[in-house]
């Protein structure tokens, strides 16, 4: 059996082109499973880059429009859409913080710089219980997410991170390795 100190990452990722960073398999499975999103959820994302989380949500949930203002970042998820043959998938070019077309969606995430400042646009998306999740890199972005969901009237707001540690098992004993997946974001939940 092959040792590794990387992270494992399934196979269905493995085959995505990737260009801008991404939301990586282990914040993807919390936003699912905090949401609920299943096979009748509607769901609008921001902040495409390489569409690894439209990607995964549309594998599941009935549909999903995802928006991005980079035309480099819309191709390679354009591609990674085609490769995964995914019809329940919209990309769009568009800024959010001006307005999200869909209306009544279960769910909005927002994965871009300043996210707070589409949450207005998310509130006026989302269907009443809907969520809105913030992925952000930075504590003192939590902070102003969390504060601008508080005056928008947002309800459960909760503020996670998640870590993984891979463990070394070897004949001569199991340890967590000395590599992993660490930091990579904190998610913000909260609810229309």
């Not at 891979?166 to 199991?174: A, F, I, K, N, S």
């Not at 340890?175 to 930091?183: D, E, F, I, L, Q």
Request: one cysteine or more; aromatic letters at 6%; a positive charge.
């Amino acid at each position: 059996m092959k040792e590794s100190n990387d992270v494992l990452v399934p196979p269905h990722y493995r085959r995505l082109k990737r260009g801008p960073q991404v939301v990586l398999p282990k914040d993807i499975g919390m936003i699912i499973a905090y949401t609920g999103v299943g096979k009748e959820s509607v769901c609008v994302d921001a902040g495409t880059g390489s569409g690894w989380l439209a990607i995964s949500l549309a594998r599941i949930a009935k549909e999903v429009t995802t928006y991005d203002n980079r035309e480099e970042f819309i191709k390679i998820a354009e591609k990674n859409k085609e490769d995964e043959r995914l019809g329940n998938l919209i990309i769009k070019k568009g800024d959010v913080t001006k307005g999200i077309d869909e209306s009544d969606v279960d769910l909005v995430t927002l994965d871009m710089p300043d996210s707070d400042m589409a949450l207005k646009s998310a509130k006026k998306a989302l269907k009443d219980g809907g969520y809105v999740v913030g992925y952000l890199p930075h504590m003192e972005q939590v902070k102003k997410f969390v504060s601008t969901l508080s005056k928008l009237k947002f309800s459960e707001p909760l503020t996670i991170e998640t870590i993984v540690r891979d463990m070394l098992v070897r004949e001569q004993g199991v340890r967590p390795s000395t590599k992993g997946v660490w930091h990579t974001g904190y998610l913000v939940f909260a609810r229309k």
